[in-house]
């Protein structure tokens, strides 16, 4: 139950802060409101790398492992990017190629194979033999899923060439769900472990067998990878409905003017 301290995290944590910060020049203070969700998105960070999550993740549990992934993937990127103003926005699509990736096909094609592919036990199990590695994958983590959440709010879609409806953006939501899904039941439904590495772990808790260390690691994916995304999906479907009610009552203003 350590707490490591890895100087490589909290070097990477002062320069996404100061990136954010010179992203926020000039921003008028109302337009900073927003940083609160930045913050929050870097204590996500902080949390999955630098507590006993990571001591637990690197040398004992699979589940708790998958916890990580979906902390880095899943939590911390919508968070960041909602600690962005459109100000902020149009200063990042100005850099040669943000906009071309951060387009619903390509984000969700980038974000669906850094999923399947980092959880290949081959390449899982050598992140865990190699820090080096370790580090690429969880950057990898994180830049898939501020790519994944890019098309689904406001903010950040607002200057993509393709802007979706609300029906559109629903959508898109329920098919990045599929290469999760895809991860969480392979590792919910196997009777064989895996990962190489965790069936030679040290057994921190008796009950979790490498199989049932596995299957709890694909339900935590499922379960709390799409949680972040449903709470997108409420939030696009309150919106929407608020919309054409509006629109509705605008329509019977209207007749009842004439």
């Known amino acids: 139950m350590s707490w490591p301290i890895d100087p490589t995290v ?37 949390v999955a790398l630098e507590s006993p999550i990571d001591t637990i993740a690197d040398h004992y549990l699979d589940s708790v492992h998958m916890l990580q992934h979906v902390l880095l993937g899943f939590v911390a990127p919508p968070l960041m990017l909602l600690g962005l103003s459109s100000e902020m926005v149009a200063r990042v699509v100005r850099v040669p190629g943000v906009r071309a990736i951060t387009e619903p096909i390509p984000a969700q094609v980038v974000a669906g194979a850094v999923m399947i592919g980092w959880h290949i036990p081959v390449l899982y199990d050598a992140t865990l033999y190699s820090e080096p590695l370790h ?34 953006k629903l959508l898109y939501m329920l098919v990045a769900t599929l290469p999760q899904d895809g991860v969480a039941l392979a590792l919910i439904f196997s009777r064989v472990p895996f990962y190489e590495y965790y069936v030679h772990a040290p057994r921190l808790v008796a009950s979790l067998t490498p ?33 054409e009610h509006e629109a509705d009552r605008a329509d019977e203003v209207r007749r009842r003017t004439r």
């Open 211 to 243: 199989v049932v260390d596995q299957t709890v690691a694909g339900a935590i994916l499922m379960i709390f990878g799409k949680a972040t995304i449903a709470i997108a999906a409420v939030a696009v479907f309150i919106r929407w409905f608020g919309s």
């Open 10 to 46: 909290y070097l990477g944590l002062v320069a996404l802060y100061l990136g954010h910060a010179w992203l926020a020049r000039g921003v008028p203070d109302s337009e900073r409101k927003h940083s609160l969700y930045f913050g929050l998105g870097l204590l996500t960070i902080w």
């Open 135 to 168: 580090v690429v994958e969880h950057l990898m983590f994180i830049a898939a899923g501020l790519l994944l959440y890019w098309p689904m709010l406001d903010v950040t879609s607002a200057y993509a060439l393709w802007r979706m409806s609300p029906p559109a």
